[in-house]
């Protein structure tokens, strides 16, 4: 059985989650502590064998807080390659199972999870198929009788019931009698047996018939152990041929399998050097079609215009008249000055013969010649202020300081001055009141009567003399940028030039530097495009020779395509894989195995002679059984003869106890063989498995010690192992990291053996945490080793996990 997938509706900590599996057969999950590791097994675990009920296992439950769902689903194929998805709910009874057939798309039987898992439960699960927690005082007590017993509860249909057969047998014939006991009934009997016949010996009574006893006993003796050895001899033989009988199948197969030739050169090397020249030239097609395209698109972006066309011809004439283009500029910004210092000299001539242009009146001109002539003198009249404030603030000083006619003399200076700045003011204002007037009558804009009697015609020819002199370089000037813009008209269907001086240039400029650029980028686009030309001439001699590669590949294995090619390599894999096979039937097997078969010649003749050897069997023990008995009524018999007692009383005791001895006898002898004959079923229908658990335990464990151990061995009931230079150490001798390693090899030992009838997953829980770098990769080998037969998922929170394997063998449940 492989697990595909894991959905969960409601465990613990997950809800609504999906895991889907590796296809391979190892699947690593990782994650920190408290990820939900041990929570995703436990959910694994009770979908295939029941979720664990609130009696005593109320923590291992994990009912999940925020929802109301509970379990979850595998999704399964099994080994005859059918698939299914096994669901499990909350439910009584370890909770309400369903299967669903994905094959046929319909709901199934649910009882066809029982016929998957097989003998396997739960706790037979958890003894072989899964690695956990370790405990090392459970395992350096682990015994040879209790790995065997694990082996035979799996090995052999309906063990369970005839374990508990065995141990209630054998329960049942301890209470009846022991062998060092005193209590049990039998033990009691045989004792009071004893006292009867030596009470007998000491009467010493019928001499004859004692002797008779003992020489019965002796002959007796001797038949069992006859029997006994003859039995051995069956056993022997039996367990030959039930193994005959279990290898019949194989042989045939061995004996039917038709020897076939392999050709050469269709391996995997081939494969992969098919694969690389193909891979090759795919890739190598792709290449050439980027760089077409890559051509095409810097073709597309080559400009072709007629305008590109037309400069190109034209462009050492367009060069020259371009190299101007600076002295032009300057001609166009002195014309524009130029025509702008003419309309500005224009602007002031007219501005000035509408301002003073004007008709005065005699009596107006007059006065104003007057208010002119006052306006000149208002300048000298400034220091006459100044001394008539000196005056005023020096008659002040002598009132108020000086006494008699310097007072007097003062208060007259004073006045004075006081009096000569009145009238200068009253003239001012005058003065003011006029200039006023003659401005409102006439319009004048100046406060200066100067201006308004300057000559109209002096002025104005002044201006026009300017403006004649600027017109004459104007004319100039214009002609040469004419000269220049006539040069032009070669170019007139791509330059559409105008009176506009400047707009000109700048068209002429905008023509230039378009085209300038359209041929540098066009010549960035040829470099381009011969680079690229280069590349795919060199991808296309690369095509050719690998194509030629292809052809050779082809005629060395005369074929045509890669379908032959496959074809042939299949059927090639297949034949390795049969002769593999058939190798591997001849290992299991052994040469002598195989010459020991060819003594028979149908299973059916094994079957025969097996039969006959068991009945046989089964006579032999009926007659060790009657012997034994004779056995025990003649030391009975003896006893009684020597007991205590008239002979006649004696006699009837004996015969009275030796009744009831014999009746327990028959009893725990009927319990007792019948107990080793359920042992000798157990191993007989196991037989195969235990060598092959031996061998693999040993195996695994030097794998895992870089073969620094080399056998596993019990003595005494005590698990014991052997180092490569002999020496021996018990279980508990050995350090945690080599338990470890010991236990690892044990359970893997098991569960290979058995996965080879049920295949169930490997589940190993955190098995590998304390292991070093070099225990944790000898780990890993071994994992690889096995995961190519069973299926094998480890959970983990060592980070070493990603140094060993890719990121499509790791769940990380960090992630989630």
């Not at 060199?538 to 294995?557: A, D, G, S, T």
């Amino acid at each position: 059985m492989k697990i595909n997938q894991i959905k969960v509706y409601g465990y613990g900590k997950w809800q609504n989650q999906s895991f889907n599996l590796n296809k391979n057969n190892l699947q690593i999950i990782y994650g920190n502590n408290e990820s939900g590791k041990t929570t995703l097994l436990s959910l694994v675990i009770g979908i295939l064998f029941g979720y664990k009920d609130g009696r005593g296992h109320s923590y291992e439950q994990y009912i999940p807080k925020e929802t109301s769902s509970y379990g979850g689903s595998l999704s399964i194929t099994t080994d005859d390659n059918r698939n299914f998805l096994v669901k499990r709910i909350s439910g009584t009874y370890g909770g309400k199972v369903s299967v669903y057939d994905l094959d046929n798309e319909c709901d199934t039987d649910s009882n066809i999870l029982s016929d998957i898992l097989g003998p396997i439960d739960r706790e037979t699960f958890e003894h072989i198929f899964y690695f956990g927690d370790l405990k090392i005082k459970d395992i350096s007590k682990l015994n040879n009788n209790e790995l065997i017993e694990r082996i035979q509860k799996v090995g052999f249909v309906g063990s369970n019931e005839w374990l508990a057969i065995n141990d209630k047998l054998d329960k049942e014939s301890r209470s009846l009698y022991a062998p060092n006991g005193r209590k049990p009934p039998l033990n009691k009997k045989l004792k009071d047996y004893e006292k009867l016949l030596t009470k007998i010996n000491d009467s010493k009574g019928n001499l004859n018939e004692y002797e008779n006893y003992l020489y019965n006993n002796q002959l007796a003796n001797k038949k069992v152990e006859q029997l006994n050895n003859q039995i051995k001899d069956l056993d022997n033989r039996i367990y030959t041929l039930n193994n005959h009988k279990n290898n019949w199948s194989l042989y045939e197969q061995l004996n039917n399998h038709q020897s076939l030739n392999l050709k050469s050169d269709f391996d995997d090397a081939s494969k992969n050097k098919l694969y690389s020249i193909e891979n090759n030239i795919e890739l190598n097609n792709k290449q050439i079609e980027i760089i077409n395209n890559q051509i095409n698109d810097a073709k597309d972006k080559v400009n072709h215009s007629d305008q590109l066309n037309f400069y190109e011809q034209s462009e050492d004439k367009i060069d020259r008249l371009y190299n101007l283009s600076d002295s032009i500029n300057d001609l166009v910004t002195s014309f524009n000055t130029k025509k702008q210092l003419i309309n500005d000299y224009q602007t002031k001539q007219e501005s000035f013969i509408n301002e003073h242009n004007v008709e005065l009146s005699i009596a107006d001109k007059n006065n104003i010649i007057r208010l002119n002539n006052f306006n000149n003198n208002r300048e000298s009249s400034n220091l006459m202020n100044t001394i008539k404030l000196i005056l005023i603030f020096l008659g002040i000083i002598l009132v108020v300081l000086l006494p008699g006619i310097l007072k007097i003399i003062g208060l007259f200076l004073a006045s004075l001055s006081i009096y000569l700045y009145i009238i200068k003011y009253n003239q001012s204002n005058n003065f003011n009141k006029k200039i006023q007037f003659y401005k409102d009558k006439y319009g004048f804009s100046s406060n200066d009567p100067k201006q308004w009697l300057v000559q109209n015609n002096n002025i104005t020819n002044n201006f026009q003399d300017d403006i004649n002199k600027y017109k004459n370089e104007l004319v100039e000037i214009q002609q040469k940028i004419n000269n220049y813009f006539d040069n032009w008209h070669f170019a007139e269907e791509y330059l559409k030039l105008d009176d506009n001086y400047g707009n000109n240039m700048s068209i002429i400029d905008d023509f230039v530097k378009k085209n300038k650029k359209n041929i540098d980028e066009n010549n960035s686009l040829t470099k381009i495009i011969n680079k690229y030309l280069f590349q795919k001439n060199e991808l296309v001699n690369k095509k050719e020779k690998l194509k030629n590669q292809l052809i050779k590949f082809f005629e060395q294995r005369n074929i045509n395509t890669s379908n032959e090619f496959n074809d042939e390599f299949n059927k090639q894999q297949s034949i390795i894989q049969e002769n593999n096979r058939q190798a591997d039937i001849k290992k299991q097997l052994g040469e002598n195995e195989i010459q020991l078969l060819k003594n028979f010649k149908s299973k059916t003749e094994i079957e025969d002679k097996l039969n006959e050897y068991q009945i046989l069997q089964s006579n032999v023990k009926q007659q060790m059984l009657d012997n034994s008995k004779n056995i025990e009524k003649n030391k009975f018999n003896i006893k009684h003869l020597t007991s205590d007692g008239t002979y006649q009383d004696l006699e009837q005791k004996k015969a009275n106890l030796e009744t009831e001895i014999n009746d327990m006898v028959d009893e725990w002898l009927t319990m007792k063989l019948s107990g080793q004959w359920i042992d000798k079923s157990l191993n007989i229908a196991t037989a195969d498995r235990i060598p092959m658990f031996q061998e693999k335990a040993n195996e695994y464990f030097g794998l895992l010690t870089n073969h620094n151990y080399i056998k596993i061995t019990y003595y005494k009931s005590k698990l014991k192992v052997t180092r490569k230079d002999k020496l021996q150490f018990d279980a508990g001798e050995l350090s945690r990291g080599t338990i470890e390693q010991l236990y690892l090899s044990l359970i893997l030992s098991l569960s290979v053996v058995f996965g080879r009838d049920y295949k169930m997953p490997i589940i190993i829980d955190d098995g590998f945490n304390e292991f070093d770098f070099d225990r944790s990769h000898n780990a890993y080998k071994l994992l690889d080793k096995i995961s190519e037969s069973l299926q094998i998922i480890y959970v983990t929170c060592n980070e070493n996990v990603f140094e060993h394997y890719n990121l499509d063998n790791i769940i990380n449940l960090n992630e989630k």
